[in-house]
């Protein structure tokens, strides 16, 4: 008799509720998001079809994991569709489709987490985290673009490897235009095989980053066949407490990631600090900013066999390439029309900037021969940051969530 109830109760239930497998038809309308619902339309007011340019987000209550995606793009007129995940974590861009009966399906991974480590603990995130969409309790998928279209929405539980991201704002899901990381942009580059997992965060340090439960976060999931990537310096060299400094307690928080990543057989790879725009007075060449840390994180990766991305170096490279003027179009340069008053910010970049380090990041790992290059997609090419992309021709669809503060850290 109990059996009897308990399979008459699940048969009520929604297939989703049971198998944590969703499917959505978006050419109906589908409700606002709420909890109760566990579904739907969330941070814009939901679509109008009177208004098909308009981007659009849809979030659905999903506990911590990686999820396998499968979108159906494409409407009754030509469409330009970018999708992105949770804090602006590009996946797809410019997608086109022509007339009601094309359409193009685009498969990835989006990992989703919560503040929660366990009952008693959980990530200490700042203030300004709390409204980001990357630490809530849903999957949130952003439609972006010209035209943007979607058929259909399918999500799974996925059972892939995952790259976790350590760092400060260079490598963070800047959830607001027009701030941008290396972390949210490398994302595009990887098909379904894999996941990405961004736990940066701005004005961290090292030391900061374990002390607000990250790192445990991370190690909660964290398995064999897994990735952990590690780049601090830009706040690290501010830190004044006694031992501070490149050599000795910056050296010994790294040798704490080593130790306990590996402690979960995992691989830990070091990314020296990004590069600040700090021309000489030739303004044709970059002088250090970073003092020893570079340095310091090369001798931890030496010692202690860590394969390590010389970001400091190819950034150095590719601002250089871009020369004294155009390097702006790759940070935070913009007058005040645009975004309420003057930025010039020579640390944070624009999203042009953290695409094109995203790419050295790639760059980095294929030179280290790291297995996961396996999962790259099919559209990636090779990048010289002495050749730099032409920011006149790239195509980036803005979110509509804006802030014009200066994220912590420079």
């Known amino acids: 008799m109990l059996k009897q109830t308990i399979l008459a109760m699940m048969a009520l239930m929604p297939v989703a509720a049971v198998a944590q497998t969703f499917d959505f038809d978006m050419t109906k309308q589908q409700p606002v998001y709420s909890d109760a619902q566990g579904y739907g339309y969330d941070v814009l007011p939901a679509p109008d079809k009177k208004k098909p340019t308009e981007p659009f987000y849809f979030s659905v209550k999903v506990p911590d994991g990686n999820y396998l995606v499968k979108v159906v793009l494409g409407g009754k007129k030509n469409s330009n569709t970018t999708v992105r995940a949770e804090g602006r974590r590009l996946l797809m861009d410019n997608i086109t489709t022509k007339k009601a009966k094309d359409t193009q399906e685009v498969t990835f991974v989006v990992n989703k987490r919560s503040p929660q480590i366990d009952e008693k603990t959980r990530v200490k995130i700042k203030d300004r985290e709390k409204s980001y969409l990357a630490w809530d309790d849903r999957l949130t998928l952003e439609f972006n673009g010209d035209m943007p279209a979607v058929k ?18 260079t490598v963070v899901d800047q959830n607001n235009e027009p701030w941008a990381s290396w972390g949210q942009m490398i994302t595009r580059w990887f098909g379904p095989e894999v996941a990405i997992s961004n736990h940066a965060e701005s ?34 060299e501010k830190e004044k407490r006694p031992g501070d400094g490149a050599w ?16 979960k057989g995992a691989e830990i790879v070091f990314c020296t600090p990004t590069q600040r725009r700090a021309f000489n007075d030739d303004k044709k060449t970059l002088r250090n900013t970073h ?35 155009d390097s702006k179009r790759a ?19 624009n999203p042009f900037g953290a695409y094109e380090v995203a790419k050295c990041v790639v760059m980095g790992m294929k030179q280290l021969n790291l297995p996961i290059v396996k999962y790259l997609r099919p559209d990636w090419q090779d990048f010289d940051p002495a050749q ?6 790239f195509k980036w669809a803005p979110s509509r969530i804006v802030e014009n503060q200066k994220p912590d850290g420079n």
């Open 203 to 236: 004005g961290l340090t090292a030391r900061t980053f374990i002390g607000s439960f990250r790192l445990d976060k991370i190690l909660t999931t964290l398995k064999k066949g897994d990735y952990v990537f590690v780049e601090f310096g830009h706040n690290d």
């Open 331 to 349: 940070l935070v340069h913009y007058p005040a029309e645009m975004y309420g008053r003057k930025l010039e910010d020579n640390t944070h970049f």
């Open 152 to 169: 259909s929405i399918h999500i799974e539980k996925a059972d892939v490897p995952t790259i976790y991201l350590c760092g400060n704002s």
């Open 291 to 325: 003092g020893d840390f570079p340095a310091a994180m090369k001798m931890v990766a030496e010692k202690e066999n860590v394969p390590l991305i010389d970001l400091n170096a190819s950034t150095k490279v590719f601002f250089e390439a871009l020369g004294y003027e």
């Open 388 to 393: 730099p992309d032409d920011w006149k021709t």
């Open 248 to 263: 000795y307690h910056y050296q010994y928080q790294l040798k704490i990631f080593v130790d306990q990543v590996r402690a």
